[in-house]
């Protein structure tokens, strides 16, 4: 024990004879440090500590063998001043008070070393021993004071400390005596004056009491699959023996014994792979839980593939195993112990695998699902692909080209352009599209590459650097265009499929506009001008990625409309309007509430379908506008007029009853629009006959074939709005 002082050479120089008693022995252990100048109530502690341990003198039982060891007491600094004043024994009362009225304090505080040197003089180690420490300050030259006492109760037979604290306050000292005590099994007290000193004193001097009669106490012995694996709870094989033999190829998960105090010795035995572990333990006064360690138990299993595979590519795996649920086959690196690529077993055997993606030495692995352990391995390289990329001399920005390739092509594997040395496409196309394939240019002029790569992993196993051209774009139109209205626009540009002309505003976003074109519908080409004026772009954009290649400027101008119609009308009549205006294709009139958005409608007419237009009056009598809509984005409301719809009575008179399957004559007075209908209906149905009212008044109108309650009813044509209705019973 590298951490022990030799015992002082006065100790070992004693007889033999004088250290064995038959009584019960101690030692105290003073506290001869500076320390103990310092005063209580004016009084030197080591002045206190000499009274009651006289006084201790005279009380202590006569059966108490003890002895007195001091340390500090001689010389200054000196962590080796320890020494043993009085060897145990039946008559040395007197020697121990003579000898601690002689200690005149200097030195450190070696108490570590001074109740080891106790220890010693006491035959600890084949002897029951205790010392009495009184000590009044913090240990100042073992750094671990809790190793040694640990250290001197696992080495000792039935070893104590008791430790007295004589006017302690510093947390680290009292933490100090507390392990010490602790550890061994003493008690630690703590004393503040000559009278506290005096009662710990004689309370840790006092005869223990007798030992209790030895109680077994429960130990569960396990095992577990490998170091700290699952314990296991299938059967094994236990051997346990202490004095005698307990258990003898015993089957069982685990042990459960009751077991008296001692040394024993267990083994196991796993039937399935014959692996074996043993341990001895000691066994005190409280349960205890004793744990073995078998080698992780791996089910056997095979695993079979080529020597070498290009990086990439799939393989054939032969295996043998337990196939449990989820277990797989892996390639592996060895190196970090993470698989790449796998396949489930439940594929069946042989199945196939992809190899890693870059080239290198990897492993083949059967891993079990459970715990993810490997049970067999076999090496494999994974050797180098290679690609080639070839694509026309002259590449310009946007156009669609050939490009020639050899590589692996497997499934998932394209061809990208990127910007030199990035990973990111700009444009790419599969290589399962044949070679040559197809693949678009950048839109923007510049230096990039052609990138080979392998869809696992995204991994590139190519790049070959190109250059593409710019493109002469240009656009020719009018300066100025009117609301509404087509421009006419010449384009310059490749015409790519999906390249359009837009109209936009100057500070709006460049891939945002109002109105646009696609270049296919022509060059020349319209594009429809936005129907607030204001100052406008017209733009060509490329549609690959929505950039801008050209730009001009067109000022949008306000254009007026005019708008007439009758004042007044009927609900559901019919008017005549005539405007003036710009005439858009989709430009209409439309009669609405004063109130409602520009781009709402009701009943309308394109302006394209002449000058004087036709439109129907609305159902509901009241406030109206007439106006005339330019179909610009947004709508714009050009030109309004007021109209008043007027309502309009209607009667009707008709017998009260009719025979069912008769007919008979209605007068009624009303809209008489020609789509108006008179018709009969009960609650169930609007109507079942009708009659237009265009038929004049009188008319003849239908009765229903079934008796019962109707009603004979007006509708308007418009909305089908119901005006006025009689009752008729049908008998």
Same mark, same amino acid.
């Given at each position: 024990m590298?951490?022990l002082?030799?015992?002082?050479a006065a100790?070992?120089l004693l007889?033999? #004879?004088l250290?064995? =008693?038959?009584?019960?022995?101690?030692?105290?252990?003073m506290?001869?440090?500076?320390?103990?100048?310092?005063q209580?109530e004016?009084?030197a502690?080591?002045?206190?500590a000499?009274?009651v341990?006289g006084e201790?003198m005279t009380?202590l039982?006569?059966?108490?063998?003890?002895?007195?060891?001091?340390?500090?007491?001689?010389?200054?600094?000196d962590c080796?001043?320890?020494e043993?004043?009085?060897?145990p024994?039946?008559?040395?009362?007197?020697?121990?008070?003579?000898?601690?009225?002689?200690?005149?304090? /200097?030195?450190?505080?070696?108490?570590?070393?001074a109740?080891v040197?106790?220890?010693?003089?006491?035959?600890h180690?084949?002897e029951?021993?205790?010392?009495i420490?009184?000590s009044?300050?913090?240990?100042?030259?073992?750094?671990?004071?809790?190793?040694?006492? /640990?250290?001197l109760?696992?080495?000792?037979?039935?070893?104590?400390? &008791?430790?007295v604290?004589?006017d302690v306050?510093?947390?680290?000292a009292?933490a100090?005596?507390?392990?010490m005590?602790?550890?061994?099994?003493?008690?630690?007290?703590?004393?503040?004056?000559?009278d506290?000193?005096?009662n !710990?004193?004689?309370?840790?001097a006092?005869?223990?009491p007798?030992?209790?009669?030895p109680?077994?106490? =429960?130990?569960?012995?396990?095992?577990?699959?490998?170091?700290?694996?699952?314990v296991?709870?299938?059967p094994?094989?236990w051997?346990?023996?202490g004095?005698?033999?307990?258990h003898?190829d015993?089957?069982?998960?685990s042990?459960k014994?009751?077991?008296?105090? %001692?040394?024993?010795?267990v083994?196991?035995?796993? +039937?399935?792979?014959?692996?074996?572990?043993?341990?001895?333990?000691?066994?005190g006064s *409280?349960?205890k839980?004793?744990?073995? @360690?078998?080698?992780?138990f791996?089910?056997?299993?095979?695993?079979?593939?080529? =020597?070498?595979?290009?990086?990439?590519?799939?393989?054939?795996?032969?295996?043998?195993?337990?196939?449990?649920?989820?277990?797989?086959?892996?390639?592996?690196?060895?190196?970090?112990?993470?698989?790449?690529?796998?396949?489930?077993?439940?594929?069946g055997?042989?199945?196939t695998?992809?190899?890693?993606? @870059?080239?290198?030495t990897f @492993?083949?692995?059967?891993?079990?699902?459970?715990?993810?352990?490997?049970? !067999?391995? =076999? +090496?494999?390289?994974?050797?180098?692909?290679?690609?080639?990329?070839? !694509?026309?001399?002259?590449?310009?920005?946007?156009?669609?080209v050939?490009?020639?390739w050899?590589g692996?092509?497997?499934k998932g594997?394209?061809?990208?352009?990127?910007k030199?040395?990035?990973?990111?496409?700009?444009?790419?196309?599969?290589?399962?599209?044949?070679s040559?394939?197809m693949?678009?240019?950048p839109g923007e002029?510049g230096?990039?590459?052609?990138?080979?790569?392998m869809s696992?992993?995204r991994t590139?196993? &190519?790049?070959?650097?190109?250059?593409?051209?710019?493109?002469?774009?240009g656009?020719?139109?009018?300066?100025?265009?009117?609301?509404?209205?087509?421009?006419?626009?010449t384009w310059?540009?490749?015409g790519?499929?999906?390249?359009y002309i837009? *109209?936009a $505003?100057?500070d709006?976003?460049d891939? /945002?506009y109002v109105n646009?074109t696609?270049?296919?519908?022509?060059?020349?080409l319209?594009?429809?001008m936005?129907?607030?004026p204001?100052?406008?772009?017209?733009?060509?954009?490329?549609?690959?990625d929505?950039?801008?290649q050209?730009r001009?400027?067109?000022?949008?101008k306000?254009?007026?409309a005019?708008?007439? $119609?009758?004042a007044?009308?009927?609900?559901?009549?019919?008017?005549?309007?005539?405007?003036?205006?710009?005439?858009?294709?989709?430009?209409?009139?439309?009669? *609405?509430?004063?109130?409602?958005?520009?781009g709402?409608?009701?009943?309308?007419?394109y302006?394209?379908?002449?000058?004087?237009l036709?439109l129907?009056?609305?159902?509901?009598?009241?406030?109206?506008e007439?106006?005339?809509?330019?179909?610009?984005?947004?709508?714009?409301?050009?030109a309004?007029a007021?109209?008043t719809?007027?309502?309009?009575?209607?009667?009707?008179?008709?017998?009260?009853s009719?025979?069912?399957? #008769?007919?008979?004559e209605?007068?009624?007075t009303g809209?008489?629009?020609p789509?108006?209908?008179?018709?009969?209906?009960n609650?169930n149905?609007?109507?079942i006959?009708y009659?237009?009212?265009?038929?004049?008044?009188?008319?003849s109108l239908?009765?229903p074939?079934?008796? %019962?309650?109707y009603?004979?009813r007006?509708?308007?044509?418009v909305?089908?709005?119901?005006l006025? #209705?009689v009752?008729?019973?049908?008998?």
């Amino acid at each position: 024990m590298t951490f022990l002082r030799a015992t002082t050479a006065a100790i070992c120089l004693l007889p033999t #004879s004088l250290l064995a =008693q038959d009584n019960p022995a101690a030692i105290v252990v003073m506290d001869g440090s500076g320390s103990m100048w310092g005063q209580i109530e004016g009084v030197a502690k080591i002045t206190i500590a000499q009274q009651v341990m006289g006084e201790l003198m005279t009380s202590l039982p006569a059966d108490l063998d003890l002895g007195l060891t001091v340390y500090g007491h001689r010389r200054k600094g000196d962590c080796s001043d320890i020494e043993t004043v009085v060897l145990p024994g039946p008559d040395t009362r007197a020697a121990i008070t003579s000898a601690v009225n002689g200690i005149s304090p /200097k030195g450190k505080t070696p108490m570590a070393d001074a109740v080891v040197a106790a220890a010693k003089a006491l035959r600890h180690t084949e002897e029951a021993a205790t010392v009495i420490l009184v000590s009044d300050g913090i240990e100042t030259c073992v750094p671990d004071v809790c190793a040694v006492a /640990k250290e001197l109760e696992a080495t000792g037979v039935d070893f104590t400390a &008791h430790v007295v604290g004589f006017d302690v306050t510093d947390p680290e000292a009292l933490a100090q005596f507390q392990c010490m005590a602790e550890a061994t099994g003493g008690k630690f007290l703590a004393a503040a004056n000559a009278d506290e000193l005096g009662n !710990a004193l004689t309370e840790v001097a006092a005869a223990p009491p007798p030992e209790p009669e030895p109680q077994p106490v =429960q130990v569960t012995i396990v095992a577990t699959d490998g170091k700290n694996g699952p314990v296991i709870n299938t059967p094994l094989i236990w051997d346990l023996t202490g004095d005698a033999a307990i258990h003898d190829d015993h089957s069982a998960a685990s042990l459960k014994e009751q077991l008296l105090e %001692g040394e024993y010795t267990v083994s196991v035995l796993r +039937p399935e792979d014959e692996a074996t572990a043993e341990m001895r333990f000691g066994v005190g006064s *409280v349960d205890k839980r004793v744990v073995l @360690e078998l080698p992780e138990f791996k089910p056997p299993a095979t695993v079979s593939g080529p =020597q070498s595979a290009p990086a990439g590519s799939m393989i054939t795996v032969d295996w043998t195993g337990p196939n449990a649920q989820d277990d797989f086959i892996a390639t592996v690196d060895p190196a970090t112990n993470k698989w790449i690529t796998y396949n489930y077993t439940r594929e069946g055997s042989p199945l196939t695998l992809q190899m890693p993606p @870059e080239p290198g030495t990897f @492993e083949l692995r059967y891993i079990l699902s459970d715990g993810r352990k490997p049970l !067999a391995s =076999q +090496p494999i390289t994974a050797t180098e692909v290679t690609a080639t990329l070839s !694509a026309p001399d002259e590449l310009v920005a946007g156009a669609t080209v050939p490009v020639d390739w050899t590589g692996p092509d497997y499934k998932g594997d394209y061809v990208s352009v990127t910007k030199p040395g990035d990973e990111k496409w700009i444009t790419y196309t599969y290589t399962r599209e044949g070679s040559p394939l197809m693949l678009q240019m950048p839109g923007e002029p510049g230096n990039y590459e052609l990138v080979y790569t392998m869809s696992q992993d995204r991994t590139v196993i &190519h790049r070959e650097p190109i250059s593409v051209a710019a493109l002469a774009y240009g656009l020719k139109a009018d300066a100025t265009a009117n609301a509404g209205a087509k421009l006419s626009v010449t384009w310059t540009g490749p015409g790519y499929d999906g390249d359009y002309i837009t *109209v936009a $505003g100057t500070d709006t976003a460049d891939d /945002k506009y109002v109105n646009y074109t696609y270049t296919r519908d022509g060059n020349p080409l319209n594009v429809v001008m936005p129907g607030d004026p204001g100052q406008y772009e017209i733009r060509y954009v490329l549609g690959q990625d929505r950039s801008v290649q050209a730009r001009t400027s067109v000022e949008v101008k306000a254009v007026g409309a005019t708008v007439t $119609g009758p004042a007044t009308g009927p609900i559901g009549g019919a008017i005549t309007a005539s405007w003036t205006g710009p005439g858009g294709d989709g430009d209409y009139l439309t009669i *609405v509430t004063p109130d409602a958005p520009d781009g709402d409608y009701g009943p309308y007419a394109y302006t394209r379908d002449g000058s004087d237009l036709t439109l129907n009056l609305p159902a509901n009598p009241g406030t109206y506008e007439l106006r005339y809509v330019a179909d610009t984005n947004p709508m714009k409301v050009l030109a309004r007029a007021q109209l008043t719809v007027e309502d309009v009575p209607v009667t009707i008179t008709a017998p009260a009853s009719a025979t069912a399957g #008769s007919s008979i004559e209605i007068t009624w007075t009303g809209p008489g629009h020609p789509r108006d209908y008179l018709a009969v209906g009960n609650a169930n149905s609007e109507y079942i006959t009708y009659t237009y009212a265009e038929q004049g008044a009188p008319l003849s109108l239908a009765v229903p074939e079934e008796p %019962g309650d109707y009603e004979i009813r007006y509708f308007l044509d418009v909305d089908n709005k119901l005006l006025a #209705s009689v009752p008729l019973k049908v008998e």
